[in-house]
T-cell receptor, first 113, second 113 residues
């Protein structure tokens, strides 16, 4: 089983739709979680951190389910500009207090007019 | 305040050659990580530097080496290039004690022919 798994998609949705992505992780010792957005041929940019209590930033909501070991990202009222690849990242605390970021392969979203 | 910068933006090499990629971290950041991102894949961690030493390393052969300078800038060197080394090479920086948030540079796209 991969350490971090995402459905690669692509997800094709019309403008205004609500779309949700899930990401599962295998190591229960994982400590912090993030969603990054990556546009085609660009670098990843942090979209949001994911907290245990869930967090919301405008049209974006991220949630963490530690018991089932997954995180989710919900995008409401999707815009054309939301078209990108969404990468799930898990921060694992190694021995010696070294942190290790483990990246999923990304989920591709295409929002259509 | 400049963000993370990388040079060159694009590079074409042939098999067997050697390449050096450069990264300047965001102001105030002392920890630099390098990632390899093949097309359609998530970033793969190569190694991390702080205090001018390699601190963590991913599953990459010794052909991949690096260096960090006193001004926190960093180089990634790849020897004996293979076709499979063609990828986007990303540099990310953060302050040493903020392990959660990384800022990425625009990347260097390396093509090995």
């Amino acid at each position: 089983r991969k350490e971090v798994e995402q459905d690669p998609g692509p997800f094709n949705v019309p403008e205004g739709a609500t779309v949700a992505f899930n990401c599962t992780y295998s190591n229960s010792a994982s400590q912090s979680f993030f969603w990054y957005r990556q546009d085609c041929r660009k670098e990843p940019k942090l979209l949001m951190s994911v907290y245990s209590s869930g967090n919301e930033d405008g049209r974006f909501t991220a949630q963490l389910n530690r018991a089932s070991q997954y995180i989710s990202l919900l995008i409401r009222d999707s815009k054309l500009s939301d078209s990108a690849t969404y990468l799930c990242v898990v921060n694992l605390n190694n021995a010696g207090n070294n942190r290790k970021l483990i990246w999923g392969l990304g989920t591709s979203l295409a929002v259509n007019p | 305040d400049a963000g993370v910068t990388q040079s060159p933006t694009h590079l074409i090499k042939t098999r067997g050659q050697q390449v050096t990629l450069r990264c300047s971290p965001k102001s105030g950041h002392d920890t630099v990580s390098w990632y390899q991102q093949a097309l359609g894949q998530g970033p793969q961690f190569i190694f991390q530097y702080y205090e001018e030493e390699e601190r963590q390393r991913g599953n990459f052969p010794d052909r991949f080496s690096g260096h960090q300078f006193p001004n926190y800038s960093s180089e990634l060197n790849v020897n004996a290039l293979l076709l499979g080394d063609s990828a986007l090479y990303l540099c990310a920086s953060r302050p040493r004690y903020n392990t959660d948030t990384q800022y990425f540079g625009p990347g260097t796209r390396l093509t090995v022919l």
